[in-house]
């Protein structure tokens, strides 16, 4: 009765109400006992029954013993369950205000970096509030730790049994999360503190590649603490949880994970990258693919060389003209038929492997054949073509180049080096001149603005992202690790098959010209879905060649436009066009090109058909055809596909 009216108790309503329900319980019980009382015979020791035990006078006797004895158990366990009650009810009291405490420290930290892009003062404002969040949390697991068993067995709990139940691996989750982030920010503190220097915001790579390889141990701490969440989140089973921490793996812990991965595999893999690591200098083989003459990777190998990169530092690098780098005295694997039958080229040359559509397989190609001219193997290959110099000049700003009378920016540097192709009657007396000279001039000039610091870090970064998004930059790398990120972000050029329709069209001239500057292309396709048994795609690929001056197209033996004998723009776009669709996709029709046999390098009339091809990519199935349009006109080719039913 006292309960029922003490509202200024110690005990909170919750634990009030459970007290009076628990003896209400054992009230119950005692009754249920006196009403039950067991009705056996009293056996003497010769087995003979002496008095029942329903008469009335031996139960009476027996029920007062018993009852005795009943009311010194039942006020003795009250008295400790009560006890336990309070005790727990007051432990409990105590970790959910601790658990606010976290909760409020969390908000700050989250407050301090809620911005799209935090700035790296208000990152670095966040050591002190996480420290804080940090040592109130240990304070919560010390607490809360000797109760953690519980869990398991408490999943009847309404609402909240799933929590409980997890709270172990919850408790992991966000312990390791805390331990990492703590760990994290240590490392990267010497970093934030030289970007914030004297230098401003601009940081080079040499420094970068230092700060990072002295920062290793901590960031490797720091990767086996965030192991331990990844481990711990795999055991939840979030439909159990509540709502509120649902939506917390769902919609925080979730996305920032893999996150949390590729930042700590930035951080150590690029000390290994820029050769600061004890594994030594790295070399890597970069091509330049000029689209003017498009092939599927980005265009035409130009020019390669290698890049040596010791203590984050470019050693020499020089780049050649890709027709001096092959060794006829080596066994040269056999070309893809298409090369043969329409370039005569029977075997696969080092200027011709990015013939390969999957940018990883081309990469091996180029390494394997310039392993012929080359004394060194690389460590991995560095694809770029003229419109990631162009996006980077429009961020970085001009360069200036030897030789060159002005600067050299995004609206002029692909007339440059078009221009650049044609020798001076000065060059062409020299027996030096070389005609990629060019590319080694510009590649020079940028790497030394952007190695030297002259190029803010958030400004680089922006850019090779969007370069590597669009593919006007390909990168594959021999690290294991980095292998798994750039195929993680579709950066490494990888054909890969998705769930449901999807459709690539690729060209890949092979007119022995650079004529895709005045070529424009469109597509249309249409997927008629009215049958779902029997899905069908129509695809129209439409091709228009701006070329002036062309009155005939002679795939060999050319007639050069008058100043373009160094750089054919101006002729007739020879292509081989390929579509890639989901396996399974089968052709019905197609209307392709019919070319007269003098258009052709080895004089011969292509079957006019469709070619179903085998490209050994999981999941695609490749359709291709070879077409030419003459200059001043525009050229139509339509595919019809049965598409698989699971589109």
Excluded at 352 to 378: C, G, I, K, Q
Excluded at 490 to 502: K, P, T
Excluded at 531 to 557: D, F, M, Q
Aim: charged share 20%; with cysteine; hydrophobic share 40%.
């Amino acid at each position: 009765d006292e309960l029922e009216v003490a509202p200024n108790s110690t005990l909170s309503d919750w634990h009030r109400k459970g007290l009076l329900r628990l003896l209400e319980m054992f009230l119950a019980r005692e009754n249920y006992l006196a009403k039950s009382m067991p009705k056996t015979a009293i056996i003497s020791q010769d087995g003979q029954p002496v008095v029942r035990a329903d008469d009335p006078l031996l139960l009476s006797e027996t029920r007062s013993q018993k009852s005795g004895k009943r009311r010194l158990i039942i006020p003795l366990l009250t008295l400790i369950l009560l006890g336990l009650i309070i005790i727990s009810g007051l432990k409990a009291w105590k970790i959910y205000n601790m658990a606010l405490l976290v909760l409020q420290d969390a908000a700050r930290v989250q407050e301090s970096v809620k911005a799209p892009t935090p700035s790296l003062e208000s990152v670095k404002s966040i050591g002190p509030e996480l420290s804080t969040l940090r040592q109130d949390f240990q304070l919560l697991k010390n607490e809360a730790g000797p109760f953690l068993w519980l869990g398991p067995w408490l999943g009847w709990v309404p609402v909240y049994g799933g929590d409980l139940s997890s709270i172990q691996d919850l408790m992991t989750v966000a312990d390791s999360l805390l331990a990492f982030a703590d760990t994290s920010y240590q490392a990267a503190l010497p970093l934030m503190e030289a970007v914030g220097g004297e230098n401003g915001t601009r940081l080079n790579p040499p420094i970068l590649a230092i700060l990072l390889k002295d920062a290793a141990p901590q960031f490797a701490e720091a990767q086996s603490k965030l192991d331990l969440a990844v481990e711990a989140r795999s055991h939840l089973a979030v439909d159990d949880l509540s709502p509120r921490v649902r939506d917390l793996i769902l919609n925080d812990v979730d996305p920032l994970l893999p996150l949390l991965q590729e930042g700590t595999t930035l951080a150590t893999e690029f000390p290994r990258l820029m050769g600061a690591s004890d594994e030594g200098p790295k070399t890597y083989l970069v091509l330049v693919q000029n689209e003017d003459e498009l092939r599927p990777t980005g265009g035409f190998i130009t020019a390669a060389g290698t890049v040596l990169v010791r203590d984050g530092r470019i050693g020499s690098i020089t780049f050649e003209n890709s027709g001096n780098l092959d060794d006829w005295t080596k066994p040269y694997p056999v070309a893809p038929w298409q090369l043969s039958q329409y370039m005569n080229s029977p075997v696969l040359i080092f200027r011709d492997t990015n013939w390969f559509t999957n940018y990883p397989t081309a990469a091996l190609y180029a390494e394997y054949l310039y392993s012929y001219v080359s004394d060194h193997s690389a460590d991995g290959v560095i694809a770029f073509d003229q419109q990631m110099l162009v996006d980077f000049l429009a961020v970085i700003g001009p360069i200036e180049l030897e030789g060159v009378p002005y600067p050299i920016n995004s609206s002029n540097v692909v007339a440059y080096m078009r221009a650049a192709k044609t020798p001076t009657a000065e060059e062409l007396a020299s027996p030096d001149w070389d005609s990629k000279a060019f590319i080694n001039k510009i590649s020079r000039a940028l790497i030394s603005k952007i190695f030297n610091g002259d190029v803010e870090w958030e400004q680089l970064s922006t850019l090779l992202i969007k370069a590597l998004d669009e593919h006007h930059l390909m990168i594959q790398l021999d690290s294991p690790r980095m292998t798994t990120f750039l195929a993680d972000h579709h950066w490494d050029g990888a054909v890969r098959s998705v769930d449901g329709d999807y459709l690539m069209v690729v060209d890949t001239n092979v007119g022995f010209n650079k004529t895709n500057a005045v070529v424009e292309s469109e597509l249309f396709y249409d997927v008629d879905l009215t049958n779902t048994s029997s899905p069908t795609g129509s695809l129209t690929v439409i091709h228009k060649n701006n070329a002036v001056g062309i009155t005939s197209c002679r795939h060999w033996n050319k007639v050069r436009v008058a100043g373009e004998k160094d750089y054919p723009i101006e002729d007739c776009y020879w292509n081989y066009l390929r579509v890639y669709k989901p396996e399974g996709t089968a052709l019905l029709g197609a209307i392709p090109q019919i070319l007269p046999a003098n258009w052709m390098i080895l004089n011969q009339s292509p079957p006019g058909e469709v070619d179903i091809l085998d490209e050994e990519i999981d999941g695609v199935q490749a359709f291709g055809t070879i077409q030419v349009v003459p200059g001043g006109q525009s050229l139509s080719v339509s595919f019809q596909f049965a598409l698989p039913i699971n589109v």
